[in-house]
């Protein structure tokens, strides 16, 4: 009877602890008004940054792993491909808004990549940041659509990385815009 009981908490305790792992399912986020909508992990919860981004969630338990959606008018008739290469776009995102001018961040642009989907074009950027107290990864997705830039964001410690990335990936390109 006793060996039951121990299978039966060993059992329930891995059921448990599966579903709190990373790798957990992802939950649907759509933004009907501005027309995104993504894919983020399950226990992330939206958090309201006055005169921030549109959108901002982060982690219950890992509070500085977030997402954001940052959206910005560009001029008339503008394309991405008008703003530049991916490597072009992502330089400038990284010196005007993930490590500006004495921010006390440097950023490292590590990859920067194209993604054409259903006639829309995706630049895919990846950064390492350093902060003066540890390094992030940050992944980003950027599309200009109805005259706005849509920059997806998503930002993770340096020593979650490894654990994380695949699921990091596929919720940045699950980032759509409509």
Not at 61 to 81: A, F, H, Q, R
Not at 104 to 133: C, F, M
Request: proline share 4%.
């Amino acid at each position: 009877m006793l060996k039951r009981i121990a299978v039966l908490l060993l059992v329930s305790l891995v059921v448990i602890l599966q579903g709190c792992s990373v790798g957990t399912t992802l939950q649907s986020y759509a933004d009907n008004y501005d027309g995104y909508e993504f894919l983020y992990p399950n226990g992330w919860v939206t958090v309201k940054v006055p005169g921030g981004p549109d959108v901002v969630l982060h982690d219950l338990i890992e509070e500085t792993e977030n997402v954001s959606v940052i959206i910005n008018p560009v001029p008339d008739g503008k394309t991405l491909e008008d703003l530049g290469t991916p490597s072009e776009v992502g330089y400038r995102l990284q010196k005007q808004a993930i490590a500006p001018a004495d921010s006390g961040r440097q950023a490292e642009l590590i990859s920067a990549d194209r993604k054409d989907v259903d006639g829309k074009t995706y630049y895919l950027l990846e950064y390492e940041v350093k902060l003066p107290n540890q390094i992030r990864h940050n992944l980003a997705s950027v599309i200009v659509r109805r005259g706005q830039l849509f920059t997806f964001n998503l930002s993770t410690t340096q020593r979650r990385w490894e654990k994380v990335q695949d699921q990091f990936r596929k919720v940045v390109n699950s980032f759509s815009v409509y």
